[in-house]
């Protein structure tokens, strides 16, 4: 027969176990919307998913994991937006709240998070997404403009078409792929970026960093007019590039180099101050 103390410790470790299940609460808030609208995300204490429904239905369910923090919604007209705020003093993962938004194709996103991933998957409308530390992947995100901003988060993009692009971060990765937006625009101070797919027609890439590696990675199909300039690192190129006049750009053999291949139908601007810049065929 167990002693005493045995019981015990058995029912404090038992009720111990239980409290994290208990302390966990979901809040769910569903809205009826019009084409077009705008859904606002606002979470400092964890990661947001946002995927596309059918219907016109917006549907947030946010998973707290304790009591110690709280949801606040708010409906003006055809614009909806969530807010994350603490009632009390939190530590660790007890302020934790994981967002996942479902809105109909053509909604107009916004997400602001601290250090929680944000994840986006084929969503139509335009895009405002803000990560300090976190990591942003989106994919099959078409048609509309897409901003991202991170300060050290990666962002990674895919299966995009016929868009606006504009990703800056300060220290955080870029890689891009399947992306043929209309203007395509990668800024990092010391990130790494990576391209890999096919230019489309009429679009205009540019991929500027400071110290990080650009790789440009297409088809040899590609019908893209090229610039490619290192101030203090080197390029390199596996494309037959078509000479061409260009006022005010000098080649520079292992530094710089501008051509066309195939019909020079989309533009290539790359730019580093002392990183590689590698052009290269699929």
């Keep these: 027969m167990p002693s005493k103390m045995h019981v015990t410790v058995v029912l404090l470790l038992a009720v111990a176990a239980a409290v994290p299940a208990a302390a966990q609460v979901k809040r769910e808030f569903r809205y009826t919307v019009a084409p077009g609208a705008s859904v606002a995300v606002y979470n400092e204490y964890g990661p947001v998913s946002v995927r ?7 549907v947030v369910v946010a998973t707290l994991a304790s ?9 003006a007209g055809n614009r909806l937006e969530f807010r994350t705020h603490a009632l009390e003093r939190i530590s660790g993962s007890d302020g934790s709240v994981h967002y996942d938004v479902s809105v109909p194709p053509d909604a107009n996103v916004n997400v602001r998070v601290v250090n929680g991933p944000i994840t986006v998957e084929n969503i139509l409308g335009d895009l405002t997404l803000l990560d300090d530390a976190g990591t942003v992947d989106l994919r ?10 991170t300060i050290s988060g990666p962002v990674t993009l895919s299966e995009s078409s016929n868009g606006y692009i504009d990703i800056t971060s300060v220290s955080g990765n870029v890689a891009l792929k399947n992306v043929t ?3 395509v625009t990668v800024n990092t101070n010391r990130g790494a970026i990576r391209y890999d797919g096919d230019v489309g ?4 890439y540019s991929l500027i960093n400071n110290t990080g590696n650009i ?18 690192g080197t390029v390199e190129n596996d494309f037959p590039l078509q000479p061409k006049r260009r006022t005010g750009f000098a080649p520079q053999p292992g530094r710089a180099f501008t051509g066309t291949s195939n019909a020079g139908s989309s533009t290539v601007e790359l730019r580093s101050f002392s990183g590689t810049i590698r052009v290269k065929k699929r």
């Design 215 to 232: 790789d440009f990675i297409a088809p040899a199909s590609a019908s893209m007019d090229v610039t490619a300039r290192s101030v203090s």
């Design 181 to 183: 937006g209309r203007k």
């Design 140 to 149: 099959n995100c078409s048609g509309g403009h897409v901003r991202v901003q």
């Design 67 to 75: 009591g110690k923090v709280e949801i606040d919604p708010l409906q």
């Design 52 to 58: 596309a429904i059918a219907g016109r239905q917006v």
């Design 201 to 204: 027609q009429n679009a205009a």
